[in-house]
């Protein structure tokens, strides 16, 4: 707003002047055009006043960029989503307000953001060598009496191959991230860290959100909230933001219960048409993938609840925290 209410006097001041000069500059015979190359005092001015100006703007608007993407506001509680082809998850921090480190070389199905504990190090390294058992097994059942394999020399490559890999992998999680005992207290803030499907919100409540990609470049947009930014692999992108209104107070609102009615009657008939049975939309903030990023880019839906902090307290109260899946 600040940046229109600068722009719009200009618009029309310079684009009046614009069309005043052309008219009365226009060509008249009785009248002769001044000579006028240069003039320091002029050039001066339209130097410095637009200087000033765009400063103004340039420092004013760094200021606001700096409030929103960097996540140093006090008291503001750190929630990550995470982008894959195709869904989102929310890791939320927990009672320290850390989340735990997280490398992908640790990602496995039951470990969907490669979040590093101890349990899902120890995990890799069984799903790992499984996976080594499995090449091994068959390669010593693909040979003859003579120890020739019977499988073609392409197949043994590839096999072996797919083997090393494995190997490598758990090679890289032993020197990269693995701290033996240490584990636990290094990793710890994992421990309390939340993993959801669905992002749940405390009104009036300041967030630093952060986001990561699991594989492409996504982009988490939740439209009514004006909120939108890049999920990035291989690197974390953030900002800070406060939700103020409820999804009940939304759903409390007379232009968006007079916009409901209407797509509920739209909804409706068409139902009736294909012979189905009536049902009732509801308003739902929603965050969704706003970069095409591959076939089933429209399913990447994940629901966004704003409540107050006694129902957002006892929704999270029942889903398990790291340490607590791992000591099931
Ligand atoms: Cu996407």
Not at 45 to 52: E, G, L, R
Not at 124 to 131: I, K, P, Q, R, V
Request: aromatic share 12%; with cysteine.
């Amino acid at each position: 707003m600040f940046n229109w209410w600068v722009i719009l006097p200009v618009f029309f001041l310079t684009n009046g002047v614009l069309f005043v000069f052309s008219w009365k500059y226009y060509y008249r015979q009785e009248r002769k055009a001044l000579y006028f190359p240069h003039d320091n005092k002029l050039e001066l001015i339209w130097t410095i006043v637009p200087a000033v100006a765009l400063s103004a703007i340039v420092i004013y608007g760094l200021k606001t960029w700096n409030d929103i993407m960097f996540n140093d506001q006090e008291g503001a509680k750190v929630v990550e989503v995470y982008g894959f082809q195709f869904g989102w998850w929310t890791r939320y921090s927990g009672d320290d307000n850390v989340l735990g480190k997280a490398d992908y070389k640790l990602i496995t199905a039951s470990n969907p953001l490669g979040v590093i504990t101890s349990e899902n190090i120890q995990n890799s390294y069984n799903y790992l060598d499984g996976e080594v058992e499995k090449i091994n097994l068959l390669l010593s059942e693909s040979k003859n009496v003579e120890g020739e394999y019977f499988l073609s020399a392409n197949n043994v490559d590839s096999l072996i191959g797919r083997m090393e890999r494995f190997k490598r992998q758990k090679y890289r999680i032993k020197s990269a991230i693995d701290r033996g005992d240490q584990n636990d207290s290094v990793y710890k803030s994992a421990n309390d860290d939340v993993l959801v499907q669905e992002l749940h919100l405390v009104k009036d409540q300041p967030y630093a959100m952060t986001f990561r990609s699991k594989d492409v470049i996504h982009c988490p947009w939740v439209p009514h909230l004006r909120m939108q930014i890049n999920a990035v692999p291989g690197m974390e992108t953030s900002f800070n933001f406060t939700p103020t209104t409820t999804t009940q107070e939304m759903r409390a609102k007379p232009e968006v219960i007079e916009h409901y009615r209407v797509i509920n009657e739209i909804h409706n008939e068409r139902l009736k048409k294909l012979g189905e049975k009536e049902e009732k939309v509801e308003f739902n903030y929603l965050l969704m993938c706003n970069k095409i990023c591959g076939a089933a880019h429209s399913n990447m839906k994940m629901d966004v609840v704003i409540e107050t902090a006694e129902e957002f307290n006892s929704w999270i109260a029942e889903k398990p925290t790291y340490a607590q899946k791992a000591s099931e």
